[in-house]
């Protein structure tokens, strides 16, 4: 028997294995412990069936051939002159040499262009209704709406508000419409899955995955004036084009409409409103083309923490009232604090907005203000933004 120590890589795991080689043995009785054990384990039989397909292809699957492209286009009316500078226009000697009619220069003649864009949107409805972003609709002349199954047709919106930028189209034809079933957006917990589906950049049925990284974002946080919402913060990638298209949750619903990316510094954030919220504007946009905002013509803020590093208390104090509003006729004044609405606390202004949101046009509003060292109760009917707004 001839024994010679020597190293060997293995060619699969790229790996050194030192041991003892026997040349020239013929009996069995011999058994490199190393080698046995590691053949046993190469030798155990794999389960017959392994799960390839992940829960995002089954959630995809469920609500993707209800995810459309929205292809828009709108006459865009710019100014143009003759070619030549303004200044040597309007010189006389200019004109006299060339014939040109005296007087003032000639006004420049609009010239017309169309502009095209591209958005996303989610088929909510069999009878061919579809959510998007009131900005992706903003001003279109003509929508084109392509399905995932190859479908081209047009689209004309029936409904928009700028003000929680959603909007409602409806297809023409019959149909039959897939549709995506709606999740609810009250049950999101921060670290939810989420899923980003759309079209961004024109790149039709793209799928993108993160987490729920926040809730109740309120749109002044990111300093967006002008709109009233409290957005699903996410880091599943949006991209322009994502626009108006669904936020899905690990099940396959949708609980959200994609409508903000950050840019710049923080890029990566996402946005998207909740789809419960999103509901509501729908049902009044399919109802009467227009959705109805209850207001009482107030500027909240938080209230001011008792001193530097504590937390600010729960609340909201009011630093503007408007003239003429339901909050100036029910006696509210600057630096009243609200501490609760109909009996339930208030943490900040973005709650004392929501509850005032859910409330409702023309219903009472019970608030209970802290003026002072006094607590009292102040009954006032919310009006619609539109009256408020009102001379």
Same mark, same amino acid.
């Given at each position: 028997?001839? $024994? ?11 790996? #050194?294995?030192?041991?003892?080689? @026997? ?13 046995? /054990? ?16 992940? %829960? ?11 995810? @459309?492209? *929205? ?26 040499? #060339?014939? *040109? ?9 609009? &010239?017309?262009?169309? &502009?095209?864009? &591209? ?15 009131? +900005?992706?609709?903003?001003?279109? =002349? ?6 995932? =199954? ?37 049950? *999101? ?34 300093? !967006? ?25 690990? =099940?396959?619903?949708?609980?959200? $409409? ?12 996402? %946005? ?8 509501? $504007? ?10 109805? +905002? ?23 104090? $009011? ?19 609200? @501490?609760?609405?109909?009996?339930? /606390? ?9 509850? !005032? ?35």
């Amino acid at each position: 028997m001839r $024994i010679s120590q020597s190293w060997r890589r293995t060619a699969l795991g790229g790996c #050194f294995v030192a041991g003892l080689l @026997v040349v020239g043995v013929t009996s069995n009785s011999f058994v490199n412990p190393l080698r046995s /054990s590691r053949s046993t384990a190469l030798a155990r039989p794999a389960p017959r069936s392994l799960a390839r397909e992940s %829960f995002v292809a089954s959630a995809v699957e469920r609500s993707g051939p209800a995810v @459309v492209t *929205l292809e828009t286009a709108r006459t865009v009316k710019s100014a143009k002159v003759s070619g030549l500078p303004p200044g040597l226009m309007s010189d006389p000697m200019f004109r006299y040499f #060339f014939g *040109l009619p005296g007087g003032a220069t000639p006004q420049p003649q609009p &010239q017309s262009r169309v &502009q095209r864009g &591209q958005g996303s949107g989610v088929l909510f409805a069999s009878e061919g209704l579809l959510l998007t972003n009131a +900005h992706v609709v903003e001003n279109a =002349d003509q929508l084109t709406v392509g399905l995932t =199954d190859g479908r081209r047709v047009s689209g004309r919106v029936i409904g928009k508000d700028s003000l929680t930028d959603l909007a409602v189209v409806r297809l023409d034809g019959q149909g039959p419409w897939p549709t995506a079933p709606l999740g609810n957006s009250d049950q *999101l917990q921060v670290g939810d899955w989420a899923i980003a589906v759309g079209n961004p950049f024109g790149l039709e049925s793209t799928v993108t995955l993160g987490i729920i990284s926040n809730l109740n974002r309120n749109v002044s946080q990111l300093g !967006i004036s002008g709109k009233r919402l409290d957005l699903i913060q996410t880091d599943a990638a949006i991209n322009p084009g994502n626009s108006g298209g669904p936020l899905l949750n690990a =099940d396959g619903e949708v609980i959200g $409409i994609n409508t903000l990316v950050r840019s710049g510094p923080g890029a990566g954030l996402g %946005f998207a409103i909740p789809i419960n919220r999103a509901r509501a $504007i729908a049902k009044q946009l399919v109802e009467s083309g227009s959705a109805r +905002h209850p207001m009482v013509g107030i500027g909240l803020s938080r209230v001011p923490a008792l001193s530097p590093g504590l937390a600010p208390p729960a609340g909201a104090v $009011i630093r503007s009232v408007q003239p003429g509003g339901p909050a100036q006729r029910a006696g509210l004044n600057v630096d009243d604090v609200i @501490v609760a609405i109909n009996g339930r /606390s208030m943490a900040d202004p973005g709650e004392v907005v929501t509850a !005032i949101e859910q409330q409702g046009v023309g219903k009472s509003v019970t608030m209970t203000i802290r003026r002072g060292d006094t607590t009292l109760d102040v009954s006032l009917t919310p009006v619609d933004i539109k009256d408020l707004s009102r001379p």
